[in-house]
């Protein structure tokens, strides 16, 4: 079993604080933001490999060293189950080309996926992450926007739907998780409300050359 948490790379954070509001308004024109279907799953895989391939990455090669996180992730969102299903993605299109997406789900699912479930070595090196979710919030798991789209409100737009969805299933938080290091996602979120609610030391690999550990970060509703 492997532990899809990932990290979050730079999605889509606001331009400098001398953009007004009408601007802002103005970038998310024309974007529609809506549940993702199983037909989407080529795009959700290419969009999800970029904000968290390289943990899955991580983990699936200590397995299969021929692994390809993206072929991973493809065969997850098409299913119909999973916490990585397409049931549970919002994306982002855009006269009919998708180009972001958001990964979420209660966050007590990865403790009922993990039960009877022996951890892979380089999950138990994951697992002072994994032992910060509060299985009581809504985890946002993943969150990614195409790079030439960046900084034109999409993350914002998609950040908002994981919130409805969170709210309508009547949970009081979100939570998420980030690497330390980095520094755009992280102005990004705390920007929006969230606050470092933990964090965990994960050792330097080569494989996975983040530094700083990770953060757990929380939005309370």
């Not at 968290?52 to 692994?67: C, E, H, Q, R, V």
């Not at 098409?78 to 855009?94: H, K, P, T």
């Amino acid at each position: 079993m492997m532990d899809r948490n990932s990290s979050h790379e730079l999605d889509d954070p606001l331009a400098s604080g001398d953009q007004s509001e009408g601007s802002a308004q103005r970038n998310v024109r024309g974007f529609v933001v809506r549940k993702a279907t199983a037909a989407d799953y080529n795009e959700l895989a290419d969009l999800a490999n970029l904000a968290g391939g390289d943990t899955l990455s991580f983990i699936a090669k200590g397995i299969d060293p021929t692994a390809d996180a993206r072929l991973i992730y493809r065969d997850m969102i098409a299913s119909s189950a999973g916490l990585f299903s397409y049931q549970n993605c919002f994306v982002a299109e855009l006269d009919g080309s998708i180009v972001g997406l958001a990964n979420g789900f209660p966050a007590k699912a990865i403790e009922n996926e993990r039960i009877g479930i022996k951890l892979t070595a380089r999950e138990e090196y994951l697992e002072a992450r994994t032992r910060l979710n509060d299985p009581h919030s809504y985890l946002l798991n993943n969150i990614a926007v195409d790079p030439a789209y960046h900084r034109r409100g999409v993350g914002t737009r998609l950040l908002e739907a994981v919130v409805e969805e969170a709210r309508q299933q009547y949970f009081s938080s979100i939570t998420l998780h980030v690497w330390a290091d980095n520094a755009d996602a992280i102005p990004f979120y705390q920007e929006r409300g969230f606050r470092i609610d933990g964090s965990a030391m994960i050792q330097w690999h080569p494989e996975l050359p983040h530094v700083g550990g990770s953060l757990l970060f929380r939005l309370n509703l």
